[in-house]
């Protein structure tokens, strides 16, 4: 639940970045990062088949590579559809990455029909994500795609 005035505050500094490409999505998680019901944010590539972790704020993960259809992520990008979980315990696919975590929105990065990577969050609390969420990280998903770097930047 995002307030609009942080909402604003952390498209603002996003946006008025000059970063590009990874510089980019770090800074985007740090400013996700400061809302207080985000306990994990991280951005995923995909590069073919596979989501492959890239930026990110919180714990460290096992989750480094996703296939596509696995888990909350892979289907997200399996369904090409924005996913909102309000208790991942209730998923039989669910890729548990802490023990703390009990809710998930993962919000798709396009470029066009282009499927670029996704950002993902997880939550400590039951239900710790709605619309506004959504709708923060697809405002912040649009300006990455817009300054998104190939996957040369990696080689």
Same mark, same amino acid.
């Given at each position: 639940?995002?307030?609009?005035?942080?909402?604003?505050?952390?498209?603002?500094?996003?946006?008025?970045?000059?970063?590009?490409?990874?510089?980019?999505?770090?800074?985007?998680?740090?400013?996700?990062?400061?809302? $207080?019901?985000?306990?994990?944010?991280?951005?995923?590539?995909?590069?073919?088949? #596979?989501?492959?972790?890239?930026?990110?704020?919180?714990?460290?993960?096992?989750? #480094?590579?996703?296939?596509?259809?696995?888990?909350?992520?892979?289907?997200?990008?399996?369904?090409?559809?924005?996913?909102?979980?309000?208790?991942?315990?209730?998923?039989?696919?669910?890729?548990?990455?802490?023990?703390? #975590?009990?809710?998930?929105?993962?919000?798709?990065?396009?470029?066009?029909?282009?499927?670029?990577?996704?950002?993902?969050?997880?939550?400590?609390?039951?239900? =710790?994500?709605?619309?506004?969420?959504?709708?923060?990280?697809?405002?912040?998903?649009?300006?990455?795609?817009?300054?998104?770097?190939?996957?040369? $930047?990696? =080689?």
């Amino acid at each position: 639940m995002v307030v609009a005035e942080q909402a604003e505050a952390i498209l603002q500094a996003i946006r008025s970045s000059d970063r590009r490409g990874r510089a980019l999505r770090e800074l985007a998680m740090t400013e996700l990062d400061r809302l $207080e019901h985000f306990n994990w944010t991280g951005v995923y590539r995909l590069e073919g088949e #596979t989501l492959i972790l890239d930026a990110y704020i919180g714990a460290e993960t096992d989750h #480094t590579r996703i296939q596509v259809g696995v888990g909350v992520c892979g289907t997200a990008v399996a369904e090409n559809a924005n996913q909102i979980v309000a208790d991942v315990r209730e998923l039989s696919n669910y890729l548990a990455c802490s023990v703390q #975590t009990r809710s998930e929105i993962v919000v798709l990065i396009r470029r066009g029909e282009k499927i670029l990577g996704q950002i993902d969050v997880d939550g400590h609390e039951v239900g =710790a994500f709605d619309a506004s969420d959504e709708a923060l990280l697809e405002h912040v998903s649009a300006v990455l795609a817009e300054r998104w770097e190939d996957s040369s $930047e990696w =080689a």
